[in-house]
């Protein structure tokens, strides 16, 4: 694990049995999980918190606050999780006539480093027991079932599902994991040591399995050199043979000599979109103190955004991690602006 910055070093001790995982250089991303659980119980009391004539009041109302509690405690009842800020929690109570039976669906959302499973679990194990003891001088012959986990977005598992299914109605509102289905895309790697055959590109393949995870048709891949020309005509030529949507320029966005990718798109391109660089900086800093050094910067060449990305496979990684969750939409902006009518 690595270690923090400016962590202090004891002295030499018995380890810990426990640890809190350092989340300092995780890059926050929108999460969302939604767990589910169930409480069983006899017809009269079934009927009492439907009608809401238990003695102890609304079982359903109370049960939704205290979710909402339980989720926003959630790091003071177990030790090891993080405190998150959460964007939103929300309880649903779903009655079953037939089997005299609540389920509870707990949803928790938050802008953070870790995942927010626990906060939904929490929320639905204190609804449930809410619901328990608001119902037990009724009948104590109750019975709580069926925890789990249903969804969960975000972070580098991307969209998670319980391989045991999930209610259509979840489903539905799940983000779209084929956001690029329908656009053709193109990618170009920059190496001169990849370009002669002395080193194995690694990025072209991570890009190739990204792309088409996400549905895009890949109508073009090729390896250059770090030579200006040989990138003008390259992308000039792509651009014109196929107007991809997307073409996405793998290396030469240092501060070195022959890293000139991103002087030849601003020569060559009819606006430059400086915007999506500072975006893929800023974020990259979660990552690495010397993001600023990069030069990343993207720019349409006629109906086709180009993206400058590093060269690495490492940052290739992360810089498409950070573009995937809003690339499709930016694709269909452009396109409504009309762009190769």
């Known amino acids: 694990m690595t270690k923090p910055d400016n962590m202090v070093e004891f002295p030499t001790a018995k380890e810990s049995h426990f640890k809190m ?34 003695p102890k009041g609304d079982v359903l109302a109370l049960a939704e606050a205290a979710g909402i509690m339980g989720a926003k405690k959630t790091p003071d009842m177990i030790p090891m999780c993080h405190t998150l800020p959460l964007d939103q929690v929300t309880i649903h109570c779903a009655l079953d006539d037939q089997n005299n039976s609540i389920s509870v669906y707990c949803q928790a959302a938050a802008f953070a480093k870790t995942g927010v499973e626990m906060e939904a679990l929490a929320g639905v194990n204190n609804a449930l027991l809410t619901i328990w003891d ?4 009724v009948d104590p012959n109750l019975t709580i079932g069926d925890v789990e986990l249903l969804v969960k ?27 690029l289905k329908g656009k053709q895309v193109a990618f170009l790697v920059m190496s001169d040591r990849a370009a002669k055959g002395e080193y194995k590109d690694e990025s072209g393949p991570i890009l190739k399995k990204f792309l088409e995870g996400v549905g895009a048709e890949i ?3 090729n390896v250059i050199p770090d030579d200006a020309k040989a990138i003008e005509q390259s992308i000039h030529s792509v651009c014109k043979t196929y107007s991809p949507d997307l073409l996405i320029a793998s290396g030469g966005t240092g501060p070195g000599p022959r890293d000139v990718t991103p002087d ?15 975006v893929l900086r800023t974020e990259s800093l979660h990552f690495t103190d010397t993001a600023w050094l990069s030069r990343m910067t993207a720019g349409m060449v006629g109906s086709t955004l180009v993206i400058t990305f590093p060269g690495s496979p490492k940052a290739v990684k992360e810089c498409w991690d950070i573009l995937e969750p ?13 762009f190769g009518t």
């Open 264 to 278: 030849v798109l601003e020569s060559i391109s009819d606006r430059m979109l400086d915007g999506l660089g500072d």
């Open 134 to 137: 608001l119902t037990k001088g």
């Open 153 to 179: 977005t975000g972070g580098k598992s991307g969209i998670w599902t319980n391989p045991k299914g999930i209610p259509s109605w979840l489903e539905t509102q799940l983000p779209d994991t084929q956001s």
């Open 219 to 221: 109508v073009d891949h």
């Open 326 to 338: 809003f690339l499709g939409d930016a694709l269909d902006k452009i396109a409504k602006q009309g």
């Open 21 to 54: 995982i350092d989340v300092g250089r995780k890059r926050p991303t929108r999460r969302r999980a939604v767990a589910v659980g169930k409480i069983s119980m006899g017809a009269e009391a079934f009927e009492r918190i439907k009608n809401g004539t238990l």
